[in-house]
């Protein structure tokens, strides 16, 4: 027997079997530099007072999956893949099994309340659907989303959802786990503010390759999102190998007396050499996928870089490294852009 049994449809023709529902969602082991978060504790979903209405049949616990009882005609109503699965002898759940005559569709690895909140806005069930959710309870429906292609079902609540945790839970401003459920979420639901704040985020802090955590981020855009952020920390490589080929090279003239060219050229080459290798990128310079390494933190180890604004006093002029590069470092940061959703829309 189930453990739990879910009654949906007053006429139901249809049970839906949760396998093994989730309980490991969107796992995040940070790399080094990546921030630890971890899923909100304190439940994923706040549900409505009149909530109480769901039946909810509690029967010993003998087999850890979840039944939900439905409409056959609700899901093809909204979902081209259940009405592929249900149209016909094509597929085994488009037989109605000869036991309780009623069409079987078996499921694994979802979770429970987010299938219980997805079925409630498919049966129009709206006094059991809640009026909050968690970005973690958003990004299991927007798996689900996904995988059944029923987002027209769903927008007007996912639009009061996205709206309220606009308020209470923006996307953070470091790489981290909430950092991909935004990614998930804004793709999912065609959110381009927040999917350009989240791959801006993403481009400039992740510190290796960017991870899905299984959930639905298609390959083009995380090969998107590496290239980005691949470009934008070798934009830092290229400037600080151009500037020591720069200060090193004999046709190098010092902008303030030409006297000093050589004492000036020497003393700049010192204070960045020593700085790249204080930040160890030198003797090796690292090359993509530049493991451990992210774009801002790259930027800020130059911009703090010891000395910088020391002026050669000693020979009676004001060179300093960071008259020379401040310029193209204000440059470097404005071009560490995210990505635009227009852009994967055909």
Known sequence: ?????????????????????????????PQDGEEDTQPDLDGDVLMPVEAHCTHVRNTTFTDNEI?????????????????????????????????????????????????????????????????KVTLEMLTKVAVLVDYWDCIEVVEILSEVWIEDLRKTSTVPGTYCRDTILWLCVSWVFKLASEFDTTTRVVVRKATGPIRTLGLPIPPHVIDKLDDARNAAIEMVMTFLDFWQETLGHPDYECSIIDAYTDRCGCYLLGVLTRGLYLMNLRPVRPVAPFEGRDFVGSWCRIVDMRNFNQPIVKFGHSCTLAAKICTDMAEMEKNAKGLLLAGFQS
């Not at 739990?4 to 995040?28: E, G, M, Q, S, Y």
């Open 67 to 131: 039944h939900y009882r439905v409409s056959s005609q609700h899901l093809m109503h909204v979902s081209p893949r259940f009405t592929t699965m249900l149209s016909g002898s094509t597929w085994a759940e488009g037989v109605r099994s000869e036991v309780d005559g009623m069409y079987h569709i078996t499921i694994e690895d979802y979770d429970e309340d987010a299938l219980l909140t997805l079925f409630n806005i498919i049966h129009h069930r709206n006094k059991n659907v809640p009026r």
């Open 1 to 29: 027997m189930p453990s739990r049994v879910h009654d949906i449809a007053a006429n139901p023709d249809t049970l839906v079997i949760l396998k093994t529902p989730t309980t490991d969602f969107a796992l995040w082991e």
